[in-house]
């Protein structure tokens, strides 16, 4: 789909600044839209001024896009097209498309503010709204004011594309259509239905009984439990009342390792060939889905292959994920949110979604970071559903019921900003002398609250990396919680020389401090 729109996008980002290029899943804009403009200004001569950056906010995807664009080129990776992550890079003099993590990009920004010697920047995944992607945004929207010779295309897979083009001062948006195959859906009831799995009152995944206070609370939620009739007349009217039983008792936020494997097995034993995407919360939960699986007989055969997948593997680990088995052997990767964007394991045919998601929050009353299980957003379980029809029609079987997904799924995830501590964002704006932090992070598409930024100073300060002049000692912390918006805060802030040694580490600036302590 993007290269029978290749006249008019490359037009598009010659003729702007900045241009907003919204994609379905599958429709070839991450691969496709940088070579569109390298060609360009190759067939026009000017070859030598390209100097391309394309973030990806994972290494994966980093490698994954950067040697299937040289395949593509008919070259090796690291000549035409080349990628630079954390502690790995393969590039060349010749490199003129560079894909790289959104944190890469930021350490260059530390030794070339203005970013010189680059002629395009593009940004993809802007959707997913990482802290490093939006701090990214804020900084390319102030030097595109000092650069006027630099392009900045923003790839988005989801239709938020106009907020995006709103922060640029409404700039032009190019939709390309998706290129999936058909994609069908069940959900929990679906699979209930399909294995003849039933869930007990005493079952460990099944919901306890809660107390009158703690129901209360829920109701106030909107997440009261339908009884038996209401579930059959107002949601799963055509469904058995084996099915009915297990969705009045089931606790649907727990992922139900048992039902797991055995939609596995029935897929492995009753459908056609195909790999298997399974999409879990975290590193631990991947593991147990393994061992469960492996606790059946089929799942020990030498004709299943199951393959781990999340951040933590080396890259080499990470890329056999995409290696198509010998004929007669079933893979099932078993993945985080990963596997939710950019890459494409081709083999793909049946997605599994737990509907679960690790986020990194912080409880701004006390101060602690914690890593939380929570529901996916509707605009997630679309990208995962998407998975399972890149290269022919798939199957995605979501373990949530259509009641949960209709009234506990949001429609997009808060952005990463408003719900994690900021102290290593504070030492990037202070190390780069972006101007006051208060200031910048104001500037964000969604700012964070006064009272986060207001910790993550008070953190900083308390380390020893910053030194504060509180103009407002007077603002309690309940008031400033009360004002949203960041803008409303007064301080005066200074980089400290510990600041500044803790800002060069990719660590949290208190493990930051206890090395370099520890190094003394």
Request: overall charge neutral; proline content about 4%.
């Given at each position: 789909?993007?290269?029978?729109?290749?006249?008019?996008?490359?037009?598009?980002?010659?003729?702007?600044?900045?241009?907003?290029?919204?994609?379905?899943?599958?429709?070839?804009?991450?691969?496709?839209?940088?070579?569109?403009?390298?060609?360009?200004?190759?067939?026009?001569?000017?070859?030598?001024?390209?100097?391309?950056?394309?973030?990806?906010?994972?290494?994966?995807?980093?490698?994954?896009?950067?040697?299937?664009?040289?395949?593509?080129?008919?070259?090796?990776?690291?000549?035409?097209?080349?990628?630079?992550?954390?502690?790995?890079?393969?590039?060349?003099?010749?490199?003129?498309?560079?894909?790289?993590?959104?944190?890469?990009?930021?350490?260059?920004?530390?030794?070339?503010?203005?970013?010189?010697?680059?002629?395009?920047?593009?940004?993809?995944?802007?959707?997913?709204?990482?802290?490093?992607?939006?701090f990214?945004?804020?900084?390319?929207?102030?030097?595109?004011?000092?650069?006027k010779?630099?392009?900045?295309?923003?790839?988005?897979?989801?239709?938020?594309?106009?907020?995006?083009?709103?922060?640029?001062?409404?700039?032009?948006?190019?939709?390309?259509?998706?290129?999936?195959?058909?994609?069908?859906?069940?959900?929990?009831?679906?699979?209930?239905?399909?294995?003849?799995?039933?869930?007990?009152?005493?079952?460990?995944?099944?919901?306890?009984?809660?107390?009158?206070s703690?129901?209360?609370?829920?109701?106030?939620?909107?997440?009261?439990?339908?009884?038996?009739?209401?579930?059959?007349?107002?949601?799963?009217?055509?469904?058995?009342?084996?099915?009915?039983?297990?969705?009045s008792?089931?606790?649907?936020?727990?992922?139900?390792?048992?039902?797991?494997?055995?939609?596995?097995?029935?897929?492995?034993?009753?459908?056609?060939?195909?790999?298997?995407?399974?999409?879990?919360?975290?590193?631990?939960?991947?593991?147990?889905?393994?061992d469960e699986?492996?606790?059946?007989?089929?799942?020990?055969?030498?004709?299943?292959?199951?393959?781990?997948?999340?951040?933590?593997?080396?890259?080499?680990?990470?890329?056999?994920?995409?290696d198509?088995?010998?004929?007669?052997?079933?893979?099932?990767?078993?993945?985080?949110?990963?596997?939710?964007t950019?890459?494409?394991?081709?083999?793909?045919?049946?997605?599994?979604?737990?509907?679960?998601?690790?986020?990194n929050?912080?409880?701004?009353l006390?101060?602690?970071?914690?890593?939380?299980?929570?529901?996916v957003?509707?605009?997630?379980?679309?990208?995962?559903?998407?998975?399972?029809?890149?290269?022919?029609?798939?199957?995605?079987?979501?373990?949530?019921?259509?009641?949960?997904?209709?009234?506990?799924?949001?429609?997009?995830?808060?952005?990463?900003?408003?719900?994690?501590?900021l102290?290593?964002?504070?030492?990037?704006?202070?190390?780069?002398?972006?101007?006051?932090?208060?200031?910048?992070?104001?500037?964000?598409?969604?700012?964070?609250?006064?009272?986060?930024?207001?910790?993550?100073?008070?953190?900083?300060?308390?380390?020893?990396?910053?030194e504060?002049?509180?103009?407002?000692?007077?603002?309690?912390?309940?008031?400033?919680?009360?004002?949203?918006?960041?803008?409303?805060?007064?301080?005066?802030?200074?980089?400290?020389?510990?600041?500044f040694?803790?800002?060069?580490?990719?660590?949290?600036p208190?493990v930051?401090?206890?090395?370099?302590?520890?190094?003394?």
């Open positions: 789909p993007a290269f029978g729109m290749k006249d008019n996008i490359s037009e598009t980002i010659q003729n702007n600044q900045v241009v907003v290029i919204s994609g379905a899943t599958g429709s070839g804009k991450t691969t496709q839209v940088p070579q569109f403009v390298l060609d360009e200004l190759i067939s026009g001569n000017r070859g030598a001024h390209a100097n391309i950056l394309v973030t990806q906010p994972r290494r994966i995807s980093a490698i994954g896009v950067a040697e299937r664009m040289a395949a593509e080129r008919c070259e090796k990776c690291g000549q035409t097209v080349g990628y630079s992550i954390k502690l790995e890079k393969k590039m060349s003099k010749h490199t003129r498309l560079l894909l790289c993590t959104t944190g890469v990009l930021l350490r260059r920004l530390m030794g070339d503010p203005d970013l010189a010697a680059i002629s395009h920047v593009f940004v993809d995944e802007v959707h997913q709204r990482d802290v490093q992607t939006d990214i945004l804020i900084i390319l929207r102030e030097l595109l004011k000092r650069r010779g630099l392009k900045v295309i923003l790839m988005s897979a989801t239709l938020n594309a106009a907020a995006f083009s709103d922060y640029f001062g409404g700039c032009a948006v190019v939709s390309i259509p998706g290129r999936t195959h058909p994609v069908q859906e069940f959900r929990l009831e679906d699979i209930l239905q399909e294995t003849g799995h039933e869930i007990d009152e005493d079952s460990e995944f099944a919901a306890k009984k809660k107390s009158d703690k129901r209360r609370e829920n109701e106030a939620k909107g997440e009261e439990r339908l009884s038996k009739t209401a579930l059959k007349r107002l949601y799963y009217p055509k469904y058995n009342s084996q099915v009915i039983h297990s969705l008792v089931v606790d649907e936020s727990l992922v139900n390792y048992e039902l797991l494997a055995r939609l596995l097995e029935h897929i492995c034993m009753t459908k056609e060939e195909g790999a298997i995407l399974v999409f879990m919360p975290g590193m631990m939960e991947i593991t147990k889905a393994i699986a492996r606790k059946k007989e089929f799942f020990q055969s030498p004709s299943v292959l199951m393959l781990p997948l999340h951040s933590s593997l080396s890259s080499s680990e990470q890329t056999a994920v995409f198509i088995p010998p004929k007669g052997v079933r893979k099932i990767v078993i993945s985080t949110n990963i596997a939710e950019s890459i494409t394991i081709e083999d793909v045919v049946f997605v599994v979604d737990s509907g679960r998601v690790k986020e929050q912080r409880d701004e006390n101060g602690t970071p914690s890593l939380v299980e929570a529901w957003s509707r605009a997630s379980a679309n990208q995962r559903r998407g998975r399972a029809g890149r290269v022919r029609p798939g199957v995605a079987y979501h373990m949530f019921s259509s009641h949960t997904h209709d009234n506990q799924l949001k429609e997009y995830q808060l952005p990463e900003m408003q719900r994690v501590g102290e290593d964002l504070v030492l990037q704006i202070l190390v780069l002398d972006l101007g006051h932090p208060v200031d910048f992070l104001a500037q964000a598409m969604d700012p964070p609250s006064a009272m986060s930024v207001r910790n993550s100073l008070k953190l900083l300060e308390e380390l020893g990396a910053i504060c002049i509180w103009i407002d000692d007077g603002s309690t912390i309940t008031e400033v919680s009360e004002q949203r918006d960041c803008s409303a805060l007064s301080v005066d802030v200074e980089l400290t020389p510990l600041g040694h803790l800002a060069t580490l990719p660590v949290d208190r930051g401090k206890m090395i370099i302590y520890g190094a003394m």
